[in-house]
């Protein structure tokens, strides 16, 4: 049988579908991961909007010093309820980090970013001094630690990371993430972020079409992929997502570049059916229902299967069912 873990969703429902267990596993660690304006934090945020509807408290470590509270209200985060650290280096992000997960009181830590945990002998040093290595040495010896406490406390921790150019790469990828190797291999689930295409009406710029690989994944098959829109001011447009989900599970038609539901045409172009659902919530709530539905019922019939597919254990004396039962 498949594992049965908790999961936070994401925000979006293509993510959450990708993870293959709807959403960031609790009680692990996870890595988001991109280059700059990619989506990283918003993505992060909306994870801590979800935690907060079901009732769960989350912090935010801001080790960047660039939080916008207005921008993380109108995602949906209750910014009163949010615990925010600004620690002033490395090792008291961290620190911070254990004592939050340690009090067992916080279901979601947020560290952003990896690459701003700058360690205090680097910044009480002078301009020009080597700090070879401390960096991924802090990230390693504070993993260890945090690894075991959270699969105690069921807390998700989420780091998250910037890319950076190795030098002389020849073959293969020259990107590399910040803080050493030690985060990869603690990460139960990684997620890369990127933009791919800019959102406009006319000139004006609305948002981002943004692609999500799920690079690493401990609780899931991995190497899976969603794209959904972060639109600017608002965040993961969860009326495109839903659409895109819905295309996909046949619930509207797609027919060129006119779309349908229930034999009625409801717009020519993404952007119009959006609008589209966007003034009628009433069909927006049946399209999402009904997806909700079939997506229920794919898994039911994907469990079924799996159960079917367990083969009996013959060891050469006694046959045991899936079930479990001895038969003579």
Known sequence: DRMNIEAISTGSMSL????????VPRGRIIEVFGPE???????????????????GRAAFIDAEHALDPEYA???????????VSQPDYGEQALEIAEMLVRSGAIDLVVVDSVAALVPKHEIEGAMGD??????ARLMSQALRKLAGIINKTNTTIIFIN?????IGVMYGSSETTTGGRALKFFSSMRLDVR????????????????????????VAPPFKQAEFDIMYGKGISKTGDVIDCAV?????????????FDGNRIGQGRENVKKYMEDNPEIFEQ????????????????NDDEAADIPGIDDGEIFIDEDGVIIE
């Open 16 to 23: 959450d579908l990708a993870t293959g267990i709807g959403g």
């Open 37 to 55: 304006s990619s989506g990283k934090t918003t993505l992060t945020l909306h994870v801590i909007a979800e935690v907060q509807k079901t009732g």
């Open 73 to 83: 209200r109108n995602l949906g985060v209750d910014v009163d309820e949010l615990l």
């Open 130 to 135: 080597s700090a070879v290595g401390l960096q």
């Open 162 to 166: 910037q890319l950076r150019e190795k």
């Open 195 to 218: 933009r791919i295409e800019s959102i406009k009406s006319g000139d004006t710029v609305l948002g981002n079409r943004t692609k999500v690989k799920i690079v690493k994944n401990k």
């Open 248 to 260: 996909e599970a046949k619930v509207i038609d797609k027919a060129g570049s006119w779309y349908s």
């Open 287 to 302: 399209v999402e229902q009904l997806l909700l539905d079939s997506l229920k019922q794919k898994d039911e019939k994907k």
